[in-house]
């Protein structure tokens, strides 16, 4: 159930088009990555960005610029997503409850996670950004004809085509596939139903997917950074308009409902930008497009598809539980993740900047982007994971515990959300640093085995504990497979990627986690004591937030995330930034 934030964005595409700007116009985030720079760019030999609009002054400070309203439109839209998300399941909560019918409807939602993570944030948008970067810099370079258009044509129909077979095939199969995803489920009928009502979000997220992957190569964020309010907003509509009648049918169908709006938020900007290309009728370009690279889009689809499969094993093994075991998993983890979301927004939006300085030879600008990012993103979960085990019951009793959502259910569902939380800074590191395995372009397995090596150790152990500790033993097991994968990911940086300096990084990460652990024992105890939900929750993040500040230079540290999106903060502001990483800043 995606909520926004990064999610919502996907990765920000380097934009290398034509001149002007409208009103949407993000200035272009490091200039050609991947293929692009094959063209454009050799590597030790810097050269110019091959479009000059990268801001009203252009140059750095321009490319500074565009990054920071980059970010503050990817934050804004995320964070909306995101209490839309919040309002859509507390509609789901107080109208269903957490019992037989939501964890019909749960297993259902597992085609929209599947193809959310596949076609919209992870998989497609890896492979799609470095050829419309490509196309763009050969527009901008006179070739005859339009590229972009070219390879519109080329990619868009085949694609489309295979949503939609994929799509009918997924209608088609439903009561297998929710035999197969649930084989305990109590109401399997009811599961059914839902599922041929969310299959129609496989073309829905695979063209909404290539639209926004697209629209960031040419360096709009706008109505990409949109899609999820869209989405949410259709859903909850839906569920308000149709409830009564439908029951929890009414949101499998509002799943459809918003997945068309996704598409819709997008076609305004992207037939915008289809308009601006140059129609010369001297010839073709189409024999200059480039296939998809098969071996790339299957490392990233699959990388995302296992990524993925840690839902299936949660949901397969907690079908055997009581009824609402799904729906306690499902609510926990949506608040839980929202730190994580949230702090991997920097990361999706300096994506480009990586891939740029690795085009260009420079690894040491590479490896210091990627600490930066990875420090930054690392304080704002842990902060924020601290305040979920802090203030677990007070959250959800205050987001949830309303109409069929009994105070019992607030109770499971509050002790599920603290263990998840155990794997938040993992989940942060794996999504960090997926994105700069593949920022060069070009296949890699490695960060796939990786992760299949993590969601075999969450099948084996959540097998092991779901006997014992029930729902809280599946999200143990999600926790402890995530964290091996991070550790692998992390390990293999070098010759793989970008050679971050694991010693460093995991000093400075070690230093914030003690601090996060003490400040959540500290909020929990200061919540506890407040009898009122809405005062424990502040009392006990307030508490949590000095506790953090006090343990970590996380005061002088936010102000690195402005210079590491914008780079025009002055140097002498980041001393303690930099003695967490040991690192110089980069020049």
């Known amino acids: 159930m995606g909520d926004g934030g990064p999610r919502a964005v996907g990765h920000a595409g380097p934009a290398v088009g034509r001149g002007g700007r409208d009103t949407e116009a993000v200035a272009e985030p490091g200039g050609p990555a991947g293929p692009v720079a094959e063209t454009v760019a050799k590597p030790g030999r810097p050269t110019e960005p091959v479009d000059e609009t990268v801001g009203e002054s252009g140059g750095h400070a321009g490319v500074s610029r565009g990054l920071a309203r980059a970010a503050l439109i990817t934050a804004a839209l995320s964070v909306a997503a995101s209490v839309l998300g919040l309002v859509r399941d507390q509609a789901l909560a107080g109208l269903f409850g957490a019992g037989s019918r939501t964890d019909a409807f749960l297993v259902a939602w597992t085609v929209p996670e599947f193809a959310a993570t596949l076609l919209i944030e992870d998989g497609l948008a890896f492979a799609l950004v470095p050829m419309f970067s490509l196309a763009l810099a050969r527009r901008a370079r006179g070739t005859a004809g339009d590229p972009v258009r070219a390879l519109v044509a080329a990619t868009l129909p085949r694609l489309a085509l295979g949503f939609a077979a994929v799509a009918a095939l997924t209608a088609l199969t439903a009561p297998y596939l929710v035999r197969v995803l649930a084989p305990g489920l109590a109401d399997r009928a009811l599961a059914v139903d839902c599922t041929r009502l969310t299959a129609t979000c ?45 029951g929890v049918r009414s949101a499998a169908a509002g799943v459809a409902v918003g997945g068309a709006l996704m598409v819709a938020a997008q076609l305004p900007s992207l037939l915008g930008q289809m308009r601006r290309g140059r129609a010369h009728r001297a010839r073709t370009v189409a024999d200059e497009v480039r296939p998809l690279a098969l071996a790339l889009l299957t490392t990233v689809l699959l990388f995302a598809l296992c990524r993925q499969a840690q839902v299936l094993i949660e949901r397969f093994l907690a079908s055997a539980l009581p009824a609402g075991a799904i729906s306690h998993l499902n609510y926990a983890q949506k608040i839980a993740q929202i730190p994580m ?81 155990l794997g938040l800074l993992a989940q942060t590191v794996v999504g960090a640093l997926a994105r700069m395995y593949f920022s060069a372009g ?146």
């Open 202 to 246: 496989v073309l829905s997220f695979g063209l909404a997917g290539y639209a926004s992957a697209a629209l960031r190569a040419h360096g709009r964020y706008l109505a990409p950074a949109a899609i999820y309010v869209a989405y949410n907003t259709g859903i909850i509509t839906t569920v308000f308009l149709l409830g009564d009648d439908w």
């Open 341 to 421: 979301t949230l702090s991997l927004m920097l990361c999706t939006v300096t994506f480009p900047v990586v891939a740029r300085a690795l085009a260009d030879g420079d690894i040491e600008r590479a490896r210091s982007r990627v600490e930066r990012d990875l420090a930054l993103a690392a304080f704002l979960v842990l902060l924020g994971a601290a305040t979920v085990v802090a203030c677990a019951p007070q959250l959800v009793g205050l987001l949830f515990q309303r109409g069929a959502f009994t105070a019992a259910d607030t109770a499971a569902t509050a002790g599920v959300m603290r263990v998840y939380a």
């Open 442 to 587: 070009r296949a890699s397995w490695y960060p796939l085995a990786a992760m299949a090596a993590g969601v075999t150790a969450t099948a084996v152990i959540g097998a092991c504990a779901v006997g014992p500790w029930g729902v809280r033993g599946i999200a143990a097991a999600n926790a402890a497979g995530i964290t091996l994968t991070a550790a692998l990911l992390l390990a293999g940086t070098g010759p793989r990627s970008v050679p971050v300096r694991t010693g460093r990084v995991l000093a400075g990460l070690g230093r914030a986690l003690a601090a996060a652990a003490v400040a959540a024992v500290a909020g929990a105890v200061v919540a506890g004591r407040c009898a009122a939900p809405a005062t424990g929750l502040a009392a006990g993040a307030a508490t949590v937030a000095v506790v953090f500040v006090l343990g970590v230079p996380w005061a002088d540290a936010a102000p690195g995330l402005l210079r590491s999106v914008s780079r025009r903060i002055p140097h002498g502001r980041f001393r303690s930034y930099r003695r967490f990483l040991r690192l110089r800043p980069p020049r």
